[in-house]
């Protein structure tokens, strides 16, 4: 099974996070990675 998750929030006078997830479960093995990025703009 995978699943992934992406997202974009903005919280208005250029301020905005963006990040992205995935998640694997195969078997006993559990293995997962997140980024998440924040651009300031002014």
């Known amino acids: 099974m995978i699943a992934g998750l992406r997202f974009?929030?903005?919280?208005?006078?250029?301020?905005?996070?963006?990040?992205?997830?995935?998640g694997e479960?195969?078997?006993n093995r559990l293995s997962h990675a997140g980024t998440a990025r924040m651009q300031l703009r002014f």
Do not use: E, F, P, R
């Not at 929030?9 to 992205?20: F, M, N, P, Q």
């Open 8 to 22: 974009l929030i903005s919280l208005g006078d250029g301020i905005k996070v963006t990040g992205a997830y995935q």
């Open 25 to 27: 479960i195969g078997g």
